[in-house]
């Protein structure tokens, strides 16, 4: 079962998007969620993390302060609030587990700052 990040979207430098995806309630009890992203001619790489409890997070360091991720337990949904962003956040935006599992990579949701 894919999970799809939705929310993306074309922003000026500065400005804020907030991304969501919604898992089924087995993964979101038993995984901890991450959302990742893929610029062009980059590796995927992992953005932030949330625990299954919520009790604790994990930030990219070029992201730390501009990002929050936060999860919805009621809606089984997990989002990135996405703050003062900059031309290199430009991506694929995507949610998995975390560690992520290969069943679970959706399409992804496109995010593109202009300068």
């Known amino acids: 079962v894919q999970l799809q990040a939705s929310g993306g979207g074309l922003v000026h430098a500065g400005g804020s998007l907030r991304l969501s995806c919604t898992a089924s309630?087995?993964?979101?009890?038993?995984?901890?969620m991450g959302w990742y992203r893929q610029a062009p001619g980059k590796e995927r790489e992992l953005v932030a993390s949330?625990?299954?409890?919520?009790?604790?997070?994990y930030y990219a360091g070029d992201v730390r302060y501009r990002f929050t991720i936060s999860r919805d337990s009621a809606r089984n949904s997990v989002s990135l609030q996405m703050n003062s962003l900059k031309p290199e956040d430009t991506a694929v935006y995507y949610c998995?587990?975390?560690?992520?599992?290969?069943?679970?990579w959706g399409q992804g949701t496109q995010v593109t700052v202009s300068s």
């Open positions: 949330i625990w299954k409890d919520g009790k604790n997070t």
């Open positions: 998995n587990v975390q560690p992520p599992l290969g069943p679970y």
């Open positions: 309630a087995h993964i979101f009890q038993v995984y901890n």
